[in-house]
């Protein structure tokens, strides 16, 4: 299964960045997309994750600013990022959880570096 991430980029304090991941279309309306993210020597994060049926949950630290979002008819997960902080600077990851079979996949990580 192959994820394509894209829309990381360097961006300054306050500002906005939407990552996209698109998934296969065979699967993709039957699962749990999320966004994860890493840095260096840190484990890697939940930062968002949107269900199948469209509920979400966030880590503590983006509420009210992140937003995640999925299309089904486009295949595609997506992460609003608004009023960025440098602290929100990482390699995003997106992923992708199959209930039947139990199965996780990810996809390339995107980088998204917040200048102060």
């Known amino acids: 299964v192959q994820l394509q991430a894209s829309g990381g980029g360097l961006v300054q304090a306050g500002e906005s960045l939407r990552l996209s991941c698109t998934a296969p279309g065979s699967i993709f309306r039957f699962a749990d997309m999320g966004w994860y993210r890493q840095t260096p020597g840190v484990q890697r994060d939940l930062v968002a994750r949107i269900t199948s049926g469209g509920n979400t949950n966030y880590a503590d630290s983006v509420k009210g600013r992140f937003t995640i979002s999925r299309d089904n008819a486009k295949n595609t997960v997506y992460l609003q990022m608004n009023s960025l902080k440098p602290e929100d600077t990482a390699v995003y990851y997106c992923?992708?959880?199959?209930?039947?079979?139990?199965?996780?996949?990810w996809g390339h990580g995107t980088q998204v570096t917040v200048s102060s």
């Open positions: 992923n992708l959880q199959l209930r039947i079979p139990r199965s996780d996949y």
